[in-house]
């Protein structure tokens, strides 16, 4: 594939933006080739600058649930902007969101909307520390929350519960209020909840993991935290960024049947525009400003272009039987890739939930964070570009889960097929 216009691009960008890339995961540096620029995308298809055509699995992280340009969402958008796109005042279209997401997540009484996942977060950590009265909260390892500082810590050894900061620039003194425990350990969790009594604001977790690769959660294992925040007076705070309108309708709490005291969601509610919101029980949320003295605010909150995207995309999933038909093309294309991968005798483990799934090569099961460690990311390297020039455009990392969407057409499940059956054969 000719790829020459995207390497010039590339070599400009990286004079005027820091890696040529505004979020670092684009830059493939675990691939070690330069990244495609992107032209357009209809559908499941994607176009770069140099007009290669690909089956696109990344979906832009995750909100591309419907496909890429969808007629609805273009023709709702085209409506919305002509009437204004910002006025940094309340209107209509912000308490149907609102009330949609209420409808689909019954736990979330009062939902306030932001500009992104990672705001989101920020401020529900923000509203749980205020509402209990405690600073420290727990995570698990291999989960991302977006870049807030206190999230962006991880375990550094199985020796450590004081939290150590991922990136430079985050104080120690902000992150040792973050306890960490790897995915799926509840005995873990209990440790840490009884070595800090009354000091654990909230537990975050994903409760389908999506940014370790997809890892589900065992059996038990929400239950669980439920148990143990009920009885320790802690809040449980589910990131459905990835998981809320995507695994269902009502996202992993409808699935699992679990109500969760807090809630972020992003991504999918944005239709492919900037938002992310956060919610929970009444009692918790009338701490938020203005109503109550936890302080929270943003100038593009609520703004109409992503309140219509995301309406508009809400609309269609709750119109017809997606999800039966995302959970059908996902274990489709897991079956499909395990039997090839089995014939040419490539390790991997397949981890999948409705709308996600990732390919990881290691024979080990993949429960948390240090089992996909176990992977072998040379040789994940290697299958990427192998699809890539059979375009097929895959999250460039092997802990990255890929996205499928309603778009994708039973020739696309297919042709990647047989694709991973050509890179199976030279990796
Ligand atoms: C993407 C993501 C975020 C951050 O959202 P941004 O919109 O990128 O800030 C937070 N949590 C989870 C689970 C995510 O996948």
Redesign the pocket.
Known sequence: MNRKRSIALYRRALGLIPGGVNSPVRAFKAIGIPPVFIERAKGSKIWDVDGNEYIDYVGS??PMIMGHAHPRIVSALKKTAPKGTSFGAPTPLEIDLANEIRKAFPSMEMVRMVS???EA?MSAIRVARGYTGRNKILKFEGC???HGDSLLVKAGSGAITFGVPDSLGVPEDVAKHTLTAPYNDLDRVKALVNQYPDQIACIIV?PIA??MGAVPPARGFLEGLRQICDEKGILLLF?E??SGFRVAFGGAQELYGIKADMT?L??IIGGGLPV?AYGGKEKIMEGVAPLGGIYQAGTLSGNPMAMTAGLATLEILKTKKVYKDLEKKTVYLAEKISECAEERGVPVTINHATGLLTVFFTEVPVKDYATAKTSNTKRFAQFFIEMMEQGIYLPPSQFEAWFISLAHTQKDLDRTIESCEQAFKKI
Do not use: A
């Open positions: 992280w995750g992104s996942g990672t977060v991302y929350h977006g994903e999506g940014n990131d960024v990835i972020c992003g991504k992310g």
